[in-house]
Structures are given as C-alpha cells and as structure tokens.
C-alpha cells in the first residue's frame, strides 16, 4: 500500500517517536487507529448503499472491469499497433504502390484554390 515497506514505516515510527515524543505517542496512535476504523467503516458503507441502490444491477466484477488502476497505457497501445498492423499493411501497400509522385515544376505558380478560402 503506497509503496510503504516494512523498514519505510519503521523509518516512519522511529521520526515520530522523536518529533511527536514519547508521553504522547500512544494517544497519537489510538487517535490514527481511529481514523483507519472509521474510514474503513465509511467505504464499506458506501459500498453497501452502492449496492443496495443499484439492486440487481450491480456487478461485483463489471465494477472491477471499470477500475481504472488495472490498465496499463504502454500495454494498450502495443496491443492497438500490434493488433493493426497486418491490416494496416496491407491497407496501405496498395494505395502507395499505385499512387505516383509527380515533381512540382518551381518556377510555377502556387496553386491556389478560391473556394478552399
């Protein structure tokens, strides 16, 4: 959980026991133990009343599909270029085999469209 290891949140514990101090740690730790219990109650509650508002409509799984911390934007777009690419090829082969570059000469004028402005 937020990249916190064993050593970071030992780290952690040790700057508080300094900074906050010893006599008034534990009531600092009773208060945190507090606000965990009643967050955890809050998203549990929410999840419920999700639930029930939702009725039959909710879907445990179609909601985890939604989670947008599950996609990985580097994998979508190697499946989307590796997934186009044989169409892609040979979409584009013809059109570029048939279609013939012809040099501009550059003493003439510039084209101009009245209508395209």
Do not use: C, H
Request: glycine share 6%.
């Amino acid at each position: 959980m937020f990249g916190l290891t064993f050593e970071k949140l030992l780290i952690i514990g040790v700057i508080a026991v300094f900074v906050i101090g010893p006599e008034r740690l534990p009531a600092y730790s009773a208060k945190f133990g507090q606000l965990v219990r009643k967050l955890k109650e809050m998203t549990t509650g929410a999840k419920e009343r999700i639930k029930e508002e939702l009725g039959d409509d909710f879907d445990e799984e179609e909601w985890k599909k939604l989670d947008p911390r599950q996609y990985d934007p580097r994998r979508i777009i190697r499946e989307a270029l590796l997934d186009d690419a044989p169409q892609s090829a040979s979409v584009i082969a013809p059109a570029a085999v048939s279609k013939k570059v012809v040099p501009r000469d550059v003493n003439a004028a510039t084209p101009f469209d009245i209508e395209a402005t």
